[in-house]
Nanobody, 126 residues
C-alpha cells in the first residue's frame, strides 16, 4: 500500500511563489501517473491542477494554471513537485497529491486516483 505525503503549502501574497512536494512511499508503489488536485473553500469537488506521466514525463495542466505552474519529478519516480508562480487569490485551496495506475487523461477527466495524500493548505492573500 502506497502512501503520499504533501508538504510546502503556506500563506503567500498575490504574485508570490510556492513549491509543493509529494513523496510516495510503500514497497508496492508502481503508479503510472502522479498529479495534483485542489479543493477551494466552499467547493464540493476537487479540481484538476496538473499531472505527469511517470514513464515518459508527459505533463498536463488545467487552463487556469498553465504558464504559471510547473509539475516535475525526480528520477527516483517517488517525488513530484508543483512549482507555483504568480499566485492569485483564486489559487487558494487545499492541494492534494494523487497517484494512479490509469492513463493521465482518464485521471484528469474522472478525478479518480488509487492513492491520495492528506492535503496541504495554500492561501494566497490579495
Amino acid at each position: 500500500q502506497a502512501q503520499l505525503v504533501e508538504s510546502g503549502g503556506g500563506l503567500v501574497h498575490a504574485g508570490g511563489s510556492l513549491r509543493l512536494s509529494c513523496v510516495a512511499s510503500g514497497r508496492a508503489f508502481k503508479s503510472y501517473v502522479m498529479g495534483w488536485f485542489r479543493q477551494a473553500p466552499g467547493k464540493e469537488e476537487r479540481e484538476f491542477v496538473s499531472i505527469i506521466n511517470l514513464v515518459d514525463n508527459t505533463t498536463y495542466y488545467a487552463d487556469s494554471v498553465k504558464d504559471r505552474f510547473t509539475i516535475s519529478r525526480i528520477n527516483a519516480k517517488t517525488t513530484v513537485y508543483l512549482q507555483m508562480n504568480s499566485l492569485k487569490p483564486e489559487d487558494t485551496a487545499v492541494y492534494y497529491c494523487a497517484a494512479a495506475d490509469q492513463p493521465a487523461v482518464w485521471v484528469m477527466n474522472t478525478k479518480r486516483a488509487r492513492f491520495w495524500g492528506q492535503g496541504t493548505q495554500v492561501t494566497v492573500s490579495s
